[in-house]
């Protein structure tokens, strides 16, 4: 064996063994899943801005802007507390 293909064989291995060095220190990283916010919403039955009940349930104007936000506000969890 050559000193050149000695070098290029100890340069691979320490190669490798760097390699393997920063992925074990990686996985020493803790990783915490972060829990989002929630934002309860209160409904009420209150024609024709909202609509709980009936045929048009889901139909008023604050219920299709609700619906807007809740999808727009993806980072956030959403409760909704509807009214008797």
């Known amino acids: 064996m050559s000193s050149v293909q000695f070098l290029v064989i100890c340069r691979s291995k ?3 063994t760097l390699i393997s060095t920063v992925i074990a220190l990686f996985n020493l990283i803790p990783v915490y899943a972060v ?3 929630t934002i309860t919403w209160f409904a ?3 024609p024709p801005l909202m609509m709980l009940k009936g045929e048009d349930k889901g139909t008023g104007r604050v219920d299709m802007r609700l619906q807007l936000y809740q999808t727009e506000l993806s980072q956030y969890n959403h409760n ?3 009214g008797k």
């Open 14 to 16: 320490l190669v490798i």
């Open 35 to 37: 829990e989002k916010d």
């Open 44 to 46: 009420a039955h209150w």
């Open 80 to 82: 909704t507390n509807r």
